[in-house]
């Protein structure tokens, strides 16, 4: 398992998910910016992502959906507010309707993630901020510190390639 920890700070209205893989920061930031290696690791590996939409620049914005293994589809998207290759990104990060559009049933969480040479290889950081202690705990019982460990798991696979 490539996630080293996981730490909910309700003070700080913070999660943040530390991993490691075993290649350089630039192959590492990859596996954002391309939608197809995107998608073979975000989400947990029974509710796999299709990008439909992949602007990776600031101001860019993503749209995609996660299937369930009962075919049932969770819509998200992503806006991008910092693209700084291959050590940081940030991005808003919300739900969406069937139709892809944003939707104001849970307010959006901001993602910061940094790249760092660890040896021969790359530490990466996952900070999400939450707007209020009710929305972390809401993310938090939705499964989101669960999905996100399942997740990065996934991508020493895609970095095989």
Sequence with gaps: ??????????????????????APPARVWQVWEDPRQLERWWGPPTWPATFDRHEFRPGGRSAYY???????????????????????????????DQSGMPTDTIAPTHAVVTFEAA???????????????????QMAKMGMEEGLTL????IDDVLKD
């Excluded at 730490?7 to 893989?21: H, I, K, M, P």
């Excluded at 040896?119 to 705990?137: E, K």
């Design 1 to 22: 398992m490539t996630v080293l920890d996981v730490r909910r700070d309700e003070e700080a209205l913070t999660l943040t998910l530390v991993a490691e893989f075993d």
């Design 119 to 137: 040896g021969d290889g790359t530490r990466m950081t996952v900070l999400s901020q939450f707007t209020s202690l009710d929305q972390l705990q």
């Design 151 to 154: 997740a990065m798991g996934q």
């Design 66 to 96: 996660m299937t369930g293994p009962d075919g049932t589809k969770a819509h998200g998207w992503f806006e991008f507010t910092l693209v700084e290759a291959p050590d940081r990104l940030e991005f808003n990060d919300g739900f969406a």
